[in-house]
C-alpha cells in the first residue's frame, strides 16, 4: 500500500523559508518521480516541483524556479521541498505524490496516491 505523508508546513513571513519534507511508503523514491503539488484557497491543484528517478533530474513551475530546491533522500525513502524567497502567493496546501513516470508529469490527473497535505501560509 502506497502513503505519503507531508509535513514542514507553517506560518512565515514573505522573503522566508521553509522545508518540507515527504515520507514515503509502498514505493522507493529512488525508482519513481516523486511531485510536489500545491493548491491555493479557490484555486486547482498546480503543480510545483518534480524529482525523477531518471538521471536525478529536477522539474520546476515557472513561478518557484529559482527559489524552490527538490532533492531526496533514498536511504530515508523521504523527498524534501526547500523553498526560500517566500511570498504571499505561495500560500497554499502542498501535496506530494509518486508516478512510475520520468520526468514527472506535471497534470494531477497522472497520480493515484496523494498525501494528505502541509498547509504553508506565507504574510505579507
Known amino acids: 500500500q502506497v502513503q505519503l505523508v507531508e509535513s514542514g508546513g507553517g506560518l512565515v513571513q514573505a522573503g522566508g523559508s521553509l522545508r518540507l519534507s515527504c515520507a514515503v511508503s509502498g514505493r522507493t523514491v529512488s525508482d519513481n518521480s516523486i511531485t510536489w503539488f500545491r493548491q491555493a484557497p479557490g484555486k486547482e491543484r498546480e503543480f510545483a516541483a518534480g524529482i525523477s528517478w531518471s538521471f536525478d533530474g529536477s522539474y520546476y513551475a515557472d513561478s518557484v524556479k529559482g527559489r524552490f530546491t527538490i532533492s531526496r533522500d533514498n536511504s530515508k525513502n523521504m523527498v524534501y521541498l526547500q523553498m526560500n524567497s517566500l511570498k504571499p502567493e505561495d500560500t497554499g496546501a502542498y501535496y506530494c505524490?509518486?508516478?512510475?513516470?520520468?520526468?514527472?508529469?506535471?497534470?494531477?490527473?497522472?497520480?493515484?496516491?496523494w498525501g494528505q497535505g502541509t498547509q504553508v501560509t506565507v504574510s505579507s
Open positions: 505524490t509518486v508516478s512510475s513516470v520520468a520526468p514527472p508529469p506535471r497534470a494531477q490527473e497522472s497520480y493515484r496516491f
